[in-house]
């Protein structure tokens, strides 16, 4: 008898958290594409790709996690022209764009990676990037790789707060 009892125990807790994680997904062109439990969602800018293979942005919880940034228009999807500095202002505005449809800002980031594919262009970063985090600005990494997708020539990727 006790072990029947702890087995209608365990399946009520079971079948509680599966009904409390239930998938929704909003249509259209809405700022943030909900996909999964309420713990974790993802985040599209815009319409989501038919077969997505990462997502722009995770929210868990009071965090927004987001996959890299590179200089592309979002209008043409193609890397905007004039080079690293304008490539530099670009990924800076995705980002931006990704945090507001995550529920974030600039302001929340916590965290970031920049991935250069030159060092050279290190000081022309720190003066675009200065012009974004101005005040108290987020802890960072910065590395030189071998190549970028698209052949960018800088990509950052930033962990923020979900503002309140």
Not at 19 to 30: C, F, I, N, V
Not at 100 to 125: C, H, I, P, R, W
Request: net charge positive; proline share 5%; hydrophobic share 40%.
């Amino acid at each position: 008898m006790k072990k029947l009892f702890l087995a209608l125990v365990a399946l009520t807790c079971i079948s509680s958290d599966l009904s409390s994680q239930t998938l929704t997904r909003k249509g259209g062109s809405a700022k943030s594409q909900k996909t999964t439990s309420p713990v974790r969602r993802t985040v599209y800018v815009g319409k989501p790709p038919d077969n997505p293979v990462f997502s722009p942005a995770i929210v868990t919880r009071d965090l927004v996690f987001t996959s890299g940034q590179i200089g592309l228009d979002p209008k043409t999807s193609q890397l905007v022209e004039g080079g690293f500095e304008a490539q530099a202002e670009q990924v800076l505005r995705n980002l931006a764009a990704v945090l507001e449809a995550a529920g974030s800002d600039m302001s929340q980031v916590v965290k970031t990676t920049v991935f250069l594919a030159d060092m050279e262009n290190y000081n022309k970063m720190n003066e675009i990037y200065r012009q974004h985090f101005k005040a108290d600005p987020p802890a960072r990494s910065t590395v030189q790789v071998a190549r970028l997708p698209r052949n960018a020539m800088i990509e950052i990727e930033a962990i923020a707060l979900v503002k309140k």
